[in-house]
């Protein structure tokens, strides 16, 4: 069983920035994740197929699946800064530098199986298990050491379990140190320092009764630049350092063996994969190679750690989100992303040889003769039609010719479907392909109607492929009233399709062509206005007569008369009220206000009495588009009233 840890204080104190992970994590999409405030520790257990991960904040250890859903969780694990598995998986240790224990754990049920107390105020921090032991380090910026925990021990025979001070001689550690395994070799523990003072490190043999020193180095950042991160290499004797500097020892002596490119952090799996935090991103290398053999993204706010599962099938790693830090699984990590790109042209004529570009690469060479899958997507396949496949160059390159038939919006996508070294990928790219502007009227534009007529209106439709079909919309003027499809259907045999619309109110007709394969769309316009509905009753007079040949109301001198107004009723609508006076033969105008309509469209108007005989007078109601207080109807005049004041 493979355990590592990472400083947390360093793992918070370095953000990096990316988008959130582009992994897909298997299993239900409905179970919660597990997320941590402050990371403490993280470790797979393979025996049960669980990832714990400590929260020191709250002093809580989760456990979760391989998909990173939460399962369950415990409390009461005071500053729990670290955590390790037992090499059988059934027992989970946790250092709890707030209540200074080392916590055992039943990891298939997190029951609190036994507390261990450190006799000191400087730990415990970090904890690995090695040789049947749990180790852990404690200490301060002057002085660190290693402790063990020995499960073995019975707790009633008097015996501590707990045992301080096993630094081997010859070992300077300053601060908690970092601790790591390897379980190729069980018995060895890498001991790394936390401190900004030197960088010492160590390898110690634990797997006797006593430690023993195999490799010790302390400087001055000559061979390290510090150290945040540390971890045993399998299968060489060597020490990953700050996830890119590898450090081999013999002799009892470290020096440089090589590098990954730079990195901040790292996890080695029981295979040799080097899982590394770099930037904004965790990249998955071979054994002593450069070239990535996975890369995901990481999120904006960081990866503050990461674990293999110990079967390498997967990454566990600890990514920055809004609520903290979250569990997602990196899945597939020995499979390599190639790239793939497709460039069409933005545009091209319907009927004529258009080439599509691109190129495949990979950080994990390709075999010979990959051969891409083509798929063309139009109006007349929406689900895609297959192309001959294309055959990728030595280069990478690939060409791609076509003559598309159809116009509109034309995607080419080529895929690429994968083999045992490297993840399927596909890559797309849209081409505007000409179509012929086909004839589309409409009739009656800026036609005036009385209120309430039914009026057709007629689309025409001239040579389209094989989309004969036309919808008609009104919109009537106002926002209360929604555009509406009053027509959809085929042409006629003369290309016509008519559409009834009642005319209340000024309307906007619309008629829609969609287009097809040949023909793009068209949309046609016409905008027919419609009078208002407008009378005017006239009371308070004692006859009606004519004056030559025209009728008029007739008042005695001092009586007012009493002019109601009836006007298709709007919110917020007034009528305009003209009144002239005729005078040596001409008309001429007296007044003109407005009065509101009430929502009956009522308006009763009083005209004062001229208190002599003889005067002739006429009145009318008017709306006036606009002023009248809305713009829905188009002007309309009321028909003349005429007055005449008598004895």
Do not use: C
């Amino acid at each position: 069983m493979r355990t590592r840890s990472i400083s947390t204080a360093t793992a918070l104190a370095v953000l990096f920035s990316s988008a959130v992970l582009s992994v897909a994590a298997a299993g239900s999409a409905s179970a919660a994740s597990a997320v941590v405030t402050s990371p403490g520790g993280i470790v797979a257990d393979g025996a049960l197929k669980r990832v714990f991960v400590g929260d020191s904040s709250t002093g809580k250890i989760l456990a979760a699946d391989y998909s990173g859903g939460l399962v369950d969780s415990v409390s009461g694990i005071s500053g729990v800064s670290d955590l390790a598995v037992s090499d059988d998986g059934a027992t989970l240790y946790a250092a709890a530098g707030g209540s200074h224990e080392i916590v055992a754990l039943d990891a298939a049920t997190l029951d609190i199986k036994a507390r261990y107390a450190v006799a000191t105020d400087t730990g415990p921090r970090h904890v690995a298990f090695a040789g049947g032991k749990a180790w852990f380090s404690y200490g301060d910026q002057w002085s660190g050491n290693l402790g063990s925990v020995d499960p073995a021990v019975d707790p009633v025979s008097g015996t501590d379990a707990v045992a301080l001070g096993q630094l081997p001689a010859g070992a300077m550690i300053h601060d908690p140190a970092l601790l790591d395994t390897d379980p190729s070799v069980p018995g060895l523990l890498a001991v790394g320092e936390t401190g900004l003072s030197t960088d010492s490190m160590a390898v110690v043999d634990v797997s006797g009764t006593t430690a023993q020193l195999l490799a010790h180095y302390s400087g001055d950042y000559t061979l390290n630049s510090g150290i945040g991160d540390i971890d045993l290499v399998p299968g060489a004797p060597q020490v990953l350092i700050n996830g890119a500097q590898r450090d081999a020892y013999a002799d009892g002596k470290f020096s440089a063996a090589g590098a990954y490119p730079s990195g901040q952090k790292a996890d080695i799996a029981a295979n040799g994969l080097v899982a590394q935090v770099t930037g904004a991103k965790v990249a998955v290398y071979r054994p002593d190679t450069t070239q990535p053999l996975r890369t995901y993204a990481t999120s904006t706010s960081g990866t503050a750690d990461l674990t293999w599962a110990p079967d390498s099938s997967r990454i566990f790693a600890l990514v920055g989100t809004s609520g903290g830090y979250t569990l997602k699984a990196l899945t597939d990590p020995t499979l390599n992303v190639p790239t793939l790109t497709a460039n069409a042209p933005s545009t091209a004529t319907r009927g004529k040889q258009l080439t599509v570009t691109g190129k495949l690469s990979a950080t994990v060479p390709l075999p010979s003769g990959v051969k891409l899958q083509v798929t063309r997507t139009d109006l007349e396949s929406p689900s895609g039609k297959a192309l001959p496949a294309v055959t990728v160059r030595a280069d990478g390159s690939y060409t791609v010719t076509d003559t598309p038939s159809v116009g509109g919006t034309v995607t080419y996508k080529v895929a690429y479907a994968g083999d045992a070294a490297h993840t399927a990928v596909s890559a797309s790219d849209k081409v505007a392909v000409s179509r012929a502007k086909p004839t589309l009227t409409l009739d009656k534009n800026a036609r005036v109607y009385n209120y309430g007529t039914d009026v057709a209106f007629t689309a025409h439709l001239g040579s389209t492929y094989k989309n004969r079909s036309v919808e008609i919309w009104a919109n009537p003027f106002g926002s209360d009233k929604p555009n509406k499809l009053v027509k959809t259907g085929k042409v006629n045999s003369s290309g016509n399709i008519g559409a009834w619309v009642d005319m209340t109110r000024d309307t906007e007709i619309t008629a829609v062509f969609k287009g097809d394969a040949r023909y793009a769309p068209r949309t046609v316009k016409s905008t027919a206005y419609a009078r208002v509905k407008v009378s005017t009753a006239v009371s308070k007079h004692y006859k009606t007569a004519k004056i030559g040949s025209t009728s008029y109301y007739w008042f005695h001198k001092s009586t007012d008369p009493l002019l109601t107004t009836t006007m298709t009723y709007y919110k917020g609508r007034h009528q305009r009220f003209d009144l002239q006076v005729y005078s040596g033969g001409k008309w001429y105008s007296a007044d003109s206000e407005y009065f509101t309509l009430g929502t009956s469209g009522k308006s009763a108007v009083y005209l004062e009495a001229p208190g002599r005989s003889g005067i002739k007078a006429r009145m009318r109601s008017v709306y006036v588009n606009g002023s009248s207080g809305d713009n829905v109807n188009t002007t309309t005049y009321g028909s003349w009233k005429y007055l005449y004041f008598s004895n």
